[in-house]
């Protein structure tokens, strides 16, 4: 995994077919948030560290997913 870096601050990403493909999973043992954006079997070229607690998963400039770790502490949930 790769941690942001000025080379993907300048990088134009996109979101394809978001009505179609976008879907969302909670796991509470572990508190991670995903949203996806693909269809399930498509697999990220590179996965990048934004912050300290969020992924963003790439594949040809497009937007894979984001995994938020910590997610009821980022938004004031109990768990």
Known sequence: ???LGEE???KKIFI???EKNLWIEYDKQNDILYLY???????PEESILI???TIIAL??????SI???NFSKR???ER
């Open 1 to 3: 995994m790769k941690i």
């Open 75 to 77: 938004v004031d949930l």
């Open 59 to 64: 594949k040809e400039n497009k937007l894979i």
């Open 8 to 10: 993907h601050r300048l």
């Open 37 to 43: 954006f693909a269809s399930e079997n498509e697999e």
């Open 16 to 18: 394809e077919d978001i």
């Open 67 to 69: 995994t938020f770790l």
């Open 51 to 53: 912050g300290e607690d």
